[in-house]
């Protein structure tokens, strides 16, 4: 499994893929993290982050990753553009692509979409989508503390309107989990 982002990651793009791919690992997949570029020195506490695969710096070993992978998936982005040129490889790989994002109007590329503008935070969807498979025990410390600062990010500290009673349900399980609200 590959997890992408969008170029210029932000937290709860990182904080998302790092989650997801720590519970995709505890189920046994082997899955990489490969972000376009680089991403800010204040991302680099979350746990996983020292493995991510940065196209820009290591292109051949993302482009072989990339090509031998089953599954793509591709948060906190709904268009292939937002990825620069990692975008064509995902495009024309044989693999299943899952598209988790809540921004406006997605490109259709994905074959499966998780997919709200009612979420405040991919975190978010990425939480509901652990719920929904009943993987939440697989949510540590870990997991929890990269999906809550993608969340607290996205929500501009619990303090934007698409701060919702399900955003303060799912971080109370997220903190319940492990999750370090500092």
């Known amino acids: 499994v590959v997890i992408t982002v969008h170029t210029n990651p932000d937290a709860d793009a990182l904080g998302s893929a790092l989650g997801w791919a720590a519970v995709l690992s505890k189920k046994g997949h082997k899955v990489t993290v490969i972000s376009p570029n680089e991403y800010p020195d204040f991302l680099k506490w979350m746990k996983g982050q020292e493995e991510v695969v940065i196209f820009e710096k290591d292109k051949d070993r993302a482009t072989l990753i990339t090509s031998e992978a089953e599954i793509i998936c591709c948060l906190d982005f709904s268009d292939l553009q937002r990825i620069g040129d990692l975008g064509e490889l995902v495009e024309h790989s044989k693999a299943i692509k899952v598209m988790i994002d809540h921004h406006l109007e997605p490109v259709a590329f994905a074959d499966y979409e998780q997919w709200s503008t009612e979420a405040g935070a991919t975190a978010e969807l990425i939480y509901d989508l652990c719920v929904d498979l009943g993987w939440t025990d697989l949510i540590g410390p ?41």
């Open 142 to 182: 870990d997991e929890a503390d990269c999906l809550y600062s993608g969340v607290m990010t996205d929500t501009g500290g619990f303090r934007h309107p698409n701060t919702t009673k399900h955003i303060h349900e799912g971080v109370a399980k997220l903190i319940e989990a492990g999750a370090n609200t500092a």
